[in-house]
């Protein structure tokens, strides 16, 4: 499967999001009026100019559903030589993130506030990704909903056209039915191969802090899982 191959269509998709608002903070709020003309991508549009945006060419890294931005932030922090972008539909949680960005003077993170998968489709390049991170994404743990999983084959597919060959797929659940879903979706894909114990048990991987939503799972007795997924290199 090369990397310039593009998603099947057509795709149903179905969000795998609800919006919950929440309640902006005044600081919150603040960073958002004042600093996303600087630090806030639009989510559709032509295809991002990485120089233009971070003044230079360097290893790009998507996060998705970043929360409140607390993993992001140290990640981007302790990492300077790569760029950053982080994709979150909930307010409160950019405006964290925005405000955090400013705090710690970082200048290799953007955020976008939308779906993140229109943002994928039009403004990033095939093979542009040197790894993409999908952390505790809701788990739709009814039956009846995993159809709303956000892990699914055409977005397997659209990750796999977006990340250069090597490049990985880092995902992390503390639902065991999710890593079972995941693994089921990804295991089989032909784009990826797994660099993960079979069961997902691995340790965490050094680069990904705890996260708010681990550290809640770990309070109910929630197992964690890394899944580490290597977009396989092109055949000629």
């Given at each position: 499967?090369?990397?310039?191959?593009?998603?099947?269509?057509?795709?149903?998709?179905?969000?795998?999001?609800?919006?919950?608002?929440?309640?902006?903070?005044?600081?919150?709020?603040?960073?958002?009026?004042?600093?996303?003309?600087?630090?806030?991508?639009?989510?559709?549009?032509?295809?991002?100019?990485?120089?233009?945006?971070?003044?230079?060419?360097?290893?790009?890294?998507?996060?998705?559903?970043?929360?409140?931005?607390?993993?992001?932030?140290?990640?981007?922090?302790?990492?300077?030589?790569?760029?950053?972008?982080?994709?979150?539909?909930?307010?409160?949680g950019?405006?964290?993130?925005?405000m955090?960005?400013e705090?710690?003077?970082?200048?290799?993170?953007?955020?976008?506030?939308?779906d993140?998968?229109?943002?994928?489709?039009?403004?990033?390049?095939?093979?542009?990704?040197?790894?993409?991170?999908?952390?505790?994404?809701?788990?739709?743990?009814?039956?009846?909903?995993?159809?709303r999983?956000?892990?699914?084959?055409?977005?397997a597919?659209?990750?796999?056209?977006?990340?250069?060959?090597?490049?990985?797929?880092?995902?992390?659940?503390?639902?065991?039915?999710?890593?079972?879903?995941?693994?089921?979706?990804l295991?089989?894909?032909?784009?990826?191969?797994?660099?993960?114990?079979?069961?997902?048990?691995?340790?965490?991987?050094?680069?990904?802090p705890?996260?708010?939503?681990?550290?809640?799972?770990?309070?109910?007795?929630?197992?964690?899982?890394?899944?580490?997924?290597?977009?396989?290199?092109?055949?000629?």
């Amino acid at each position: 499967m090369s990397a310039q191959r593009e998603p099947q269509r057509p795709w149903r998709r179905i969000r795998s999001f609800i919006r919950r608002e929440g309640r902006l903070t005044q600081g919150q709020r603040r960073a958002l009026n004042s600093l996303s003309g600087d630090f806030l991508l639009d989510p559709t549009g032509e295809p991002i100019d990485q120089q233009a945006i971070f003044g230079r060419s360097a290893p790009l890294v998507l996060e998705i559903g970043f929360g409140n931005g607390e993993s992001l932030l140290e990640m981007a922090a302790m990492d300077p030589e790569r760029d950053f972008i982080g994709v979150e539909v909930h307010r409160p949680g950019l405006g964290q993130l925005l405000m955090g960005i400013e705090r710690l003077g970082l200048k290799n993170l953007r955020a976008v506030g939308d779906d993140a998968v229109p943002f994928i489709e039009q403004r990033l390049l095939p093979g542009s990704l040197s790894q993409v991170l999908l952390y505790f994404p809701d788990p739709w743990h009814k039956k009846r909903h995993h159809k709303r999983r956000i892990v699914q084959t055409p977005f397997a597919d659209l990750i796999a056209s977006r990340l250069e060959p090597n490049g990985l797929w880092h995902l992390a659940t503390d639902w065991q039915n999710y890593a079972e879903h995941m693994q089921a979706v990804l295991d089989p894909h032909p784009a990826f191969t797994p660099e993960h114990q079979q069961d997902g048990r691995n340790a965490r991987p050094k680069w990904r802090p705890k996260t708010k939503f681990e550290r809640r799972g770990e309070q109910l007795g929630h197992p964690v899982f890394d899944l580490l997924y290597r977009r396989v290199a092109d055949e000629n």
